[in-house]
């Protein structure tokens, strides 16, 4: 899945605890800033299907850190064939 709109004080810790209401995470990405290691806004969690759904539906709009997350599925190693840049 998708999580955008992530604080930039967000740790894989703290998107896991999040995220664990809903099921067991598989594996989280969160994408960092190479200088300070901060969280860039956004990053992927792995869940099984029926999980993640429930952590889209549970999860989309709520207020984590101050701001709205979004939450939608996508997986970040699918083909962009096709996609403009």
Do not use: W
């Amino acid at each position: 899945m998708f999580v955008g709109n992530l604080p930039s004080e967000a740790t894989e810790d703290t998107v896991q605890e999040l995220f664990a209401e809903f099921g067991t995470v598989r594996s989280i990405h969160l994408v960092t800033d190479v200088f300070s290691g901060r969280c860039k806004g956004f990053g992927f969690v792995e869940m099984e299907g029926h999980e993640a759904r429930a952590a889209i539906a549970g999860l989309d709009g709520k207020t984590f850190g101050g701001k709205s997350l979004k939450v939608r599925y996508e997986d970040p190693r699918a083909s962009k064939k096709g996609r403009r840049r």
